[in-house]
């Protein structure tokens, strides 16, 4: 078995304010993937990496960089903050890219003041 | 319009009952997944469906390809399968994962 480990748990910052949370797998999995789930919706995907160095968007990239720095990780920066995008933000992994099931994190919220 | 549709949207249940969620899809899939969001926000993986049908205790989940269609059965209910359940299904044009808005479920003593 593995697991994914999401930090912060709670992100707190100010609008405006440039913020990262980070992802680590230990699957040894391929694919790795950000996605924002904002209160009593569906999941929506903001970037995933292929692979490391790689970094593909989402439908929701804008407002947002990752990076995929190393197999294990993939981190993920709101650019500048805004009170309208508290959210709960989930990472996932997978083998591959495609046909295989997905993995997830326990989350990171955010919240922005 | 939704290319994965769940339903219904939410559903409330006797402990010991039956029940089926149920997945539409419009666009073209080979595989489907579905998973549980647990009432702290933990996603977990019940099943990964080429198509056909998958057993684990008393869940079942049957994918229909050409119906366009997969359902979730849940069979004697018990509280700690209360949460919210998702469908996600990958498109064939672009491998890209499509999810559904979820079903939430609450069981009842």
């Known amino acids: 078995g593995g697991i994914i480990t999401q930090t912060p748990k709670f992100l707190i910052g100010q609008e405006g304010q440039k913020l990262t949370l980070k992802c680590q797998q230990n699957?040894?999995?391929?694919?790795m993937y950000w996605y924002r789930q904002d209160s009593g919706k569906g999941l929506r995907l903001i970037y995933y990496s292929i692979t490391e160095n790689d970094l593909q968007k989402g439908d929701l990239s804008e407002g947002y960089d990752a990076s995929r720095e190393k197999k294990s990780s993939f981190s993920l920066t709101v650019t500048s903050a805004q009170k309208n995008e508290m959210a709960v933000f989930l990472c996932?992994?997978?083998?591959?890219?495609?046909?295989?099931?997905?993995?997830f994190g326990e989350g990171s919220r955010l919240i922005v003041v | 319009g939704d290319q994965v549709k769940q339903s219904p949207s939410a559903l409330s249940l006797q402990e010991g009952t039956n029940s089926a969620l149920r997945c539409n899809f419009s666009i073209a899939t080979t595989t489907v997944q579905w998973f549980l969001q647990n009432p702290r926000g933990s996603l977990m993986n019940l099943f990964y469906l080429v198509p056909g049908t998958k057993e684990n205790g008393r869940l079942k989940s049957t994918f229909n390809s050409k119906e366009s269609y997969s359902t979730l059965h849940i069979r004697d209910a018990q509280l700690e399968d209360s949460g919210t359940y998702f469908c996600a299904a990958e498109d064939d044009s672009n491998y890209q994962l499509i999810w559904g808005s979820g079903t939430k479920l609450i069981i009842k003593p």
């Open positions: 699957f040894n999995h391929d694919t």
């Open positions: 996932a992994s997978s083998i591959n890219r495609v046909g295989n099931t997905l993995y």
